[in-house]
């Protein structure tokens, strides 16, 4: 089961999908999250890093499968871990590498646990320390290409499977005790001792039996 997550609270989200608020020039393409600060982003579900790379609109993106394959999930306008929230790009990287130090192409994410970039504000179409974040069909789909209202979209999986975590727990296997043969022979009753014949007994006796030898 491919459950999702938000990155971040949902009051956090200062920027819808399909917003046209100016100085936006065409609706919005995502969904933003603005936490404040260059907090880690987790995965929003389990997956695999595709792509790595630089956009001159949204700066350093880091890219992931779903795991049905099906989608990409983009994380923009990263943090650098080399040159912080304003990176220029490749420009700053002579050594061709890129913005994030401990992940790379091929890696599996899982959701909630792995950090797949941090909230910056690289990229000339960032206004702010933000994450942007998509929802598409392919390879760099937040550069151009069909994408998807990611918080209806994560809301729906949520509302469908739940959370990580939520998982109900096995039932516990009720064992009746074994019952053996000696367990079910009755116990033994001893009686009680006879307790002495009444005298009024043995005188109606001895009185029958003298009357009978007559």
Not at 87 to 101: E, F, L
Not at 194 to 202: V, Y
């Amino acid at each position: 089961m491919g459950y999702w997550i938000f990155p971040f609270s949902k009051n956090t989200i200062t920027s819808p999908y399909g917003d046209k608020t100016p100085p936006r020039t065409s609706p919005h393409r995502g969904l933003d999250f603005a936490t404040g600060g260059n907090d880690v982003i987790k995965a929003v579900t389990d997956g695999k890093i595709t792509d790595i790379y630089w956009s001159n609109c949204l700066g350093w993106v880091s890219e992931q499968t779903s795991a049905s394959g099906k989608y990409r999930i983009s994380y923009c306008h990263l943090n650098c871990h080399q040159h912080g929230a304003n990176c220029q790009g490749p420009s700053a990287h002579k050594d061709r590498s890129n913005c994030m130090k401990n992940l790379k192409i091929g890696d599996k994410v899982e959701v909630g646990k792995t950090a797949v970039g941090r909230i910056g504000d690289s990229g000339d179409c960032s206004r702010g320390d933000h994450l942007h974040l998509v929802i598409g069909k392919k390879h760099r789909s937040a550069v151009s290409g069909w994408t998807t209202d990611p918080e209806k979209y994560i809301q729906r999986n949520i509302d469908k499977h739940g959370l990580p975590g939520d998982e109900p727990e096995e039932p516990q296997e009720v064992t009746e005790p074994i019952v053996t043969v000696e367990d079910c022979e009755p116990e033994p009753i001893t009686p009680e001792p006879t307790q002495g014949i009444p005298a009024k007994i043995l005188e109606a006796v001895r009185t029958i039996l003298l009357w009978l030898k007559k």
